[in-house]
């Protein structure tokens, strides 16, 4: 069966404020879930630093509860590296702890394989 979604844009639409991190897309589904988007060209760890940051804005602040948060990053030109760096593992473990068992995956092919 089809879920409705909503795509939000975050940068410069959600958040607007330029002094701040934020990732690119929200996508929230009917089930209460949220993906979390940042398309990239080549900086995992600046990608990184944008989705935890769009968390800590949008969610940790006003205490906005999900069912589940997921994080998603598409890497455009580098393939996507095999290692997982600490910044990666931290943001697993938040998801995992705080948000409903979330996940988080990157990749550098288009979105519609991972949602």
């Not at 934020?22 to 589904?29: E, L, N, V």
Request: charged content about 30%; aromatic content about 6%; overall charge positive.
């Amino acid at each position: 069966s089809k879920k409705e979604i909503v795509v939000y844009k975050v940068d410069g639409g959600l958040i607007n404020d330029n002094d701040v991190l934020k990732c690119d897309y929200g996508i929230y589904t009917e089930d209460d879930w949220l993906f979390l988007i940042e398309l990239k060209g080549k900086d995992l760890e600046h990608a990184l630093d944008q989705i935890n940051s769009t968390i800590d804005i949008l969610l940790k602040q006003q205490n906005i509860k999900v069912k589940k948060l997921n994080a998603r990053i598409v890497l455009s030109k580098v393939s996507v590296p095999r290692i997982h760096t600490s910044k990666e593992n931290k943001l697993k473990q938040l998801l995992c702890k705080f948000y409903g068992g979330g996940d988080y995956k990157k990749q550098s092919q288009t979105l519609e394989d991972s949602i």
